[in-house]
Nanobody
Framework: QVQLQESGPGLVKPSETLSLTCTVS??????????WGWIRQPPGKEPDWMGA???????YYNPPLESRTSIARDTSKNQFTLQLSSVAPSDTAVYYC?????????WSKGTQVTVSS
């Protein structure tokens, strides 16, 4: 059973960079045909896919966020990361990391990130 746990600060100041780490257990992030991604859900809105990284390390981004988003991985720790630069209060959301394969997905529990001075 694959489990994902995100970690990172819950409060980020405007204009700074939001950084989150997702630690994966029960499966390797280098497994073929599996992608690992980040999703966020602002208050009162639908979830919004931010981007993903696949088994080969290729990254994919949601175009509106691409200029501010960077997803990377550390295979030695079985972790992947999210960085979102130049944050604003509109980036306040619950952030989830997720595993996707063959049309099915597994999400983490989510972590609240608030952008405020």
């Amino acid at each position: 059973q694959v489990q994902l746990q995100e970690s990172g600060p819950g409060l980020v100041k405007p204009s700074e960079t939001l950084s989150l780490t997702c630690t994966v257990s029960g499966g390797s992030i280098t497994t073929n045909s599996v992608v690992w991604g980040w999703i966020r859900q602002p208050p009162g809105k639908e979830p919004d896919w931010m981007g993903a990284i696949d088994a080969s390390g290729t990254t994919y981004y949601n175009p509106p966020l691409e200029s501010r988003t960077s997803i990377a991985r550390d295979t030695s720790k079985n972790q992947f990361t999210l960085q979102l630069s130049s944050v604003a209060p509109s980036d306040t959301a619950v952030y989830y990391c997720a595993r996707g394969s063959q049309g099915r997905s597994t999400w983490s529990k989510g972590t609240q990130v608030t952008v405020s001075s």
